[in-house]
């Protein structure tokens, strides 16, 4: 059976939807499945392939060729040297042999590195240099790290679809070419944001705005569906890529025994009755991605952490760290906790997110359970928050 999925006149979509895969990277939850989008573009003269796929899914990549009856590729453009896009050029090449791979200096280096792909399979492009197919005109576009060194966009100027590779994509498993449910997509979207793009912000800010004049009808990334309304999600990464952040404080947190809880649950309400919007979490058995997406837009984190061999719990170290490498644009942090006989989990935590711009609020931390002064510091802390969040202008009174 073939299946037949086109995008518009002679462009095909030819990846593979991976439905079972759970992780991603061995770190980052995939709850929805993903795809890895590869496009065929068959010009009058020449025939181009946008990306490859997942290696493991090399067959249905060759079976999705062979179904459309193609003989001969001139040019497979890789737009990233993520093996999750570039892992079966090399069949492919073998498929293919008078085939060209088409991609930026340093792409060039690091897919020879990863692939062994020999020197002369290559074509090497610059910025704004453009290849004809005859009918149809590719543009390339380098976009480096969103999200490595060598990414690039490429540009369908006859057709004017924009192929983005991870730039705009999603982590969804489904059977539609196109978005056609934009608040499932919009999340799936939003995690993919927070756990690959997020650490890089500002260069999103900046090729966001390189792309902005672009007349665009259709953004082909290579995950998840295409967006045949590109304002949908080029206004979410205006707004999640922004310095605007929200009236929120999301709360990590590890409780052993039940004290640390105890200090959380009183906070959260502390909060609540101030109008402030929190996100809570509970690191023993939180699904990492739902803590990165909720630090996309929030203007506060407090961790909770009890006191593990004068430190902060494992766990929340864990949760520290990857806070730290994902930069979210978070304004203030504080700490909340509780120990038996003493320790260095304050110095130790706040040692640990040298990344965050964010200013410390004073800690909470008990020695044993807390008592009638712990719970007034809790409230100062809340009144504090809500001041800042206040200062800010997004309290919401
Ligand atoms: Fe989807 Fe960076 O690979």
Redesign the pocket.
């Known amino acids: 059976m073939s299946l037949r999925r086109e995008l518009k006149p002679n462009i095909y979509s030819v990846g593979a939807i991976d439905w079972d895969r759970r992780l991603f990277d061995e770190l980052i939850p995939l709850p929805d499945g993903t795809s890895?989008n590869s496009y065929l573009i068959i010009g009058k003269e020449k025939t181009a392939l946008i990306d490859t796929v997942d290696p493991t899914l090399t067959d249905v990549l060759i079976k999705n060729l062979e179904d459309l009856g193609i003989k001969d590729i001139d040019y497979v453009i890789a737009n990233?040297a993520?093996?999750?896009?570039s892992g079966s050029l090399p069949r492919i090449l073998d498929i293919y042999p008078s085939a060209k791979v088409v991609c930026t200096p340093k792409c060039k280096d690091m897919l020879m590195d990863l692939l062994l792909i020999p020197e002369d399979k290559f074509i090497t492009v610059a910025d704004g240099e453009t290849l004809s197919l005859d009918s149809k005109t590719l543009e390339f576009i380098h976009a480096p790290w969103v999200?490595?060194p060598e990414?690039m966009l490429t540009y369908l100027r006859e057709d004017r679809i924009l192929f983005t590779?991870?730039f705009l994509?999603s982590h969804l498993a489904t059977s539609d070419l196109f978005v056609t449910d934009e608040a499932t997509v919009y999340e799936a979207a939003k995690r993919y944001y927070a756990e690959?793009m997020m650490p890089f912000r500002p260069i999103i800010r900046k090729n966001l705005a390189r792309i902005q004049d672009l007349e665009i009808d259709i953004i082909a990334p290579?995950?998840g569906p295409a967006h045949n309304k590109p304002d949908v999600i080029l206004n979410a990464y205006r707004d999640w890529a922004s310095d605007d952040v929200k009236n929120e404080v999301v709360i990590p947190y590890i409780s052993m025994h039940g004290t640390t809880k105890q200090m959380i649950d009183y906070f959260v309400e502390a909060l609540i009755e101030r109008g402030i919007t929190v996100k809570q979490f509970n690191l023993s058995e939180t699904d990492i991605g739902k803590l990165a997406m909720a630090l996309v837009n929030a203007a506060t984190v407090v961790i909770g952490s009890p006191t593990v061999l004068v430190g902060p719990h494992p766990k929340v170290v864990y949760a520290a760290y990857l806070a730290n490498a994902l930069r979210p644009k978070l304004r203030f942090a504080s700490i909340i906790g509780s120990y038996g006989w003493g320790g260095r989990m304050v110095e130790q935590l706040a040692g640990m997110i040298p990344n965050l711009q964010v200013e410390i609020l004073d800690p909470v931390v008990v020695k044993g359970v807390p008592k009638k002064e712990e719970f007034r510091a809790l409230d100062r802390l809340a009144d504090e928050i809500a001041n800042k969040h206040n200062d800010l202008g997004i309290l919401i009174k």
């Open positions: 890895y990233h993520e093996q999750d896009h999200h490595w990414t590779c991870d994509g690959i290579s995950h």
